[in-house]
C-alpha cells in the first residue's frame, strides 16, 4: 500500500499563501490519480483539487478555484497544493489521497489517504 505524509501547512494571515506537499512511498506513484481534501471542525470532508496520473486533467472546488493549484512530480514522488490568497474559511486540516482508479471529487474512490496538515488562516 501508498504511504502519504502531507507537510508545509501552518498559520497565515488572510490573503498570505502556503504550499503543502505530500511525499509517497511504497507504491508506483506515477500510476496513481491525486487528490486534495479538506476538512474543518464540526463538518464534513470536502473536495479540494485532483489531478490524474499523468498531471494532463486537474479540477478544482468552486471555493478554490483561481485561488489554488494542483501539481505533482512524478520523479520525486510528491504531491504540491499552492494555495494563494487565503481566506479564514479555508481554515481545516488538509489531506492527499491515492486513487488507483479513478479519478474525481469523491472521496470513496481514494483508497489510500495521508494524516493531515492544518492550515488555519486568521483574519
Known amino acids: 500500500q501508498v504511504q502519504l505524509v502531507e507537510s508545509g501547512g501552518g498559520l497565515v494571515q488572510a490573503g498570505g499563501s502556503l504550499r503543502l506537499s505530500c511525499a509517497a512511498s511504497?507504491?508506483?506513484?506515477?500510476?496513481?490519480?491525486m487528490g486534495w481534501f479538506r476538512q474543518a471542525p464540526g463538518k464534513e470532508r470536502e473536495f479540494v483539487a485532483t489531478?490524474?496520473?499523468?498531471?494532463?486533467?486537474?479540477n478544482y472546488a468552486d471555493s478554490v478555484k483561481g485561488r489554488f493549484t494542483i501539481s505533482r512530480d512524478n520523479v520525486k514522488n510528491t504531491l504540491y497544493l499552492q494555495m494563494n490568497s487565503l481566506k479564514p474559511e479555508d481554515t481545516a486540516v488538509y489531506y492527499c489521497?491515492?486513487?488507483?482508479?479513478?479519478?474525481?471529487?469523491?472521496?470513496?474512490?481514494?483508497?489510500?489517504w495521508g494524516q493531515g496538515t492544518q492550515v488555519t488562516v486568521s483574519s
Open positions: 489521497a491515492a486513487s488507483p482508479t479513478i479519478s474525481g471529487p469523491n472521496a470513496r474512490n481514494y483508497a489510500y
Open positions: 511504497g507504491g508506483t506513484f506515477n500510476t496513481y490519480n
Open positions: 489531478i490524474t496520473w499523468s498531471g494532463g486533467r486537474t
